[in-house]
């Protein structure tokens, strides 16, 4: 498929073909207020309401697709989908034509609007399961926001907090589709404190195991994540050993208080502000073996001058971090982020 090694969105009418490569372009999204509390199950995407551009009683799903470049594959994506009476609603691509391998990778993630009474849930698996085993896919992710349960979720962090209670608050406020098991922190809040009692009223379990240089609690910390999906570091300031990230086997995400991969390791901000540098930033990205080496998710910057003090480094930098993080967190619940290469993420935005 010699489309380039570029971003390319596709969008395809409502019977699903004449397919038409448009040029690059990034949709907005958000989503709606969607019932009970308890409910924190996401039901748009790209900005659009359940029924919005569709029959009354249609939802949207969503499929991530990998495999070996050939021809056909877009329009196979389409035929599946538009064969049961859906709407592709936008398709982002991306080829990767790295020299070191024998043949391009193809990847796509794929929005839809389709009736349930249509194309019933395990009807689309074995669909999507026909169409994995036809190009013989790396991945086949079929996902349904509102009828399949959110990822489970546990926070790790330390003594800062600013990460934290952005994080809770926007889980609070629905904007992180995810079910959050727990917070394990390394530092005691004490019962009269904001995150506390957040905590306590949500009914989120906190579990304080204070660490030392002998003793990092990995065991007593796999323990209680082992029925999560995915782990966040909301600025853990302890390094993870080898062993437990095997033990673990599930993706955990970082937020470093610097722009990687400058400044890594401890003190980020001081070693920015002795750097001279005119730009500040956050990073977000996949933990490895390697300390803050891993693949990167998503990067903000803010512009600074010699007039910054340190603290002002600190106070941009935390602010930063907090956006970061939660659109990290966002991304991958919604399956927008995907690893290749060697130490590489696509995101589609």
């Known amino acids: ?7 390319r969105n596709v969008v395809v009418g409502r019977n699903g073909y004449g ?3 448009l040029r690059e372009l990034r ?27 569709g029959s009354l009683g249609e939802v949207h799903g969503v499929h991530v697709f990998q495999c070996a470049d050939q021809l056909g594959i877009v329009a196979r ?8 009476g859906a709407n592709i609603l936008n398709v982002d691509l991306y080829i990767d034509f790295d020299d070191k391998k024998q043949s391009p990778i193809f990847y796509a993630r794929s929005e839809f609007a389709f ?3 249509k194309w019933p849930r395990t009807v689309m698996d074995e669909d999507f399961a026909v169409l994995a085993d036809h190009f013989k896919a790396e991945k086949s992710i079929v996902r349904v926001p509102g009828s399949d349960r959110d990822l489970k979720l546990a ?3 330390s003594w800062q907090d600013h990460c934290l209670i952005d994080l809770l608050h926007r889980w609070q406020e629905r904007e992180l589709p995810v079910d959050l098991t727990c917070v394990i922190s390394n530092h005691n809040r004490g019962l009269n404190t904001h995150v506390s009692r957040f905590l306590e009223r949500h009914g989120i379990p906190y579990h304080y195991l204070p660490t030392s240089k002998g ?44 722009l990687l991969p400058s400044f890594k390791g401890a003190n980020p901000y001081r070693q920015a502000y002795e750097s001279g540098v005119k730009l500040i930033g956050a990073t977000s990205h996949f933990v490895t073996e390697e300390l803050d080496d891993g693949p990167i998710i998503e990067q903000m910057v803010d512009r600074i001058s010699h007039r910054d003090s340190l603290h002002a480094f600190a106070i941009r930098s935390e602010n930063l971090e907090k956006q970061c993080l939660a659109k990290a967190i966002k991304y991958y619940c919604e399956h927008r982020i995907l690893r290749y290469s060697t130490n590489k993420t696509i995101v589609f935005g």
């Open 115 to 117: 009736d349930p009474l």
């Open 215 to 258: 003793n990092k609690r990995e065991e007593e910390i796999l323990e209680l994540i082992s029925g999560t999906d995915f782990l966040v570091l909301a600025r853990y300031m302890q390094v993870l050993s080898p062993e437990f990230l095997r033990c673990y086997k599930k993706d955990i995400i970082n937020i470093h208080h610097g």
């Open 19 to 21: 397919l038409e490569l």
């Open 27 to 53: 949709r907005s999204y958000g989503c709606s207020s969607i019932g009970p509390h308890e409910s924190r199950r996401a039901r748009c995407y790209e900005g659009k309401g359940e029924n919005e551009g």
């Open 77 to 84: 994506i389409s035929e599946c989908i538009a064969s049961r």
């Open 155 to 157: 926070v790790l962090a």
């Open 1 to 7: 498929m010699p489309l380039g090694k570029a971003w």
